[in-house]
């Protein structure tokens, strides 16, 4: 016979294994307007004539590195891309905890150009002025290959 503690704790799990696979199919529902698109490397390239496709990939290597997406995936954002919309898209049930996607970006940034995202982020930033602000802080670095 189960006492009502035990069967406290399986409702408790039942519960929180539903919320889960609830919260699994909201993300995958939001990230599916990403991955859904085309390669948006003429964009880029459109955006910053002057940088170099490698350096344009790089950047986007850090960005999809510190969100744990699959690098094949990089070219699927663009310069006008929100990083929080990505976040939420990410993470679409508010106060959920996270896998601290946006300080493993920050920190790839940090290595990478020597750039601090904590210093000019807003809610409004976009990829594009991210990797702007990154390349125009270590220029040299930023069109190196690695």
Known sequence: ?????????II???VAIGASIFANLDTKKQLENFWSRGCSGAEWRRQF???TKESIREFLECFVEGF??????????TPN????????????????PDALELE???INLEKKYRFDLAGVFTEELTLGQIFKMATSANPNQADTPV
């Not at 744990?68 to 954002?77: C, I, M, P």
């Not at 919309?85 to 959920?96: K, N, Q, V």
Request: charged share 25%; no cysteine; proline share 5%.
């Open 1 to 9: 016979m189960m006492t009502q503690t035990e069967l406290q704790i």
């Open 81 to 96: 891309d929100k990083i929080m919309e990505i976040y939420r898209a990410l993470y679409p049930t508010e106060g959920w």
């Open 49 to 51: 004539p002057q940088a």
């Open 104 to 106: 493993t970006f920050a």
């Open 68 to 77: 744990a997406f699959d690098n094949k995936e990089r070219l699927k954002f």
């Open 12 to 14: 408790l799990i039942v």
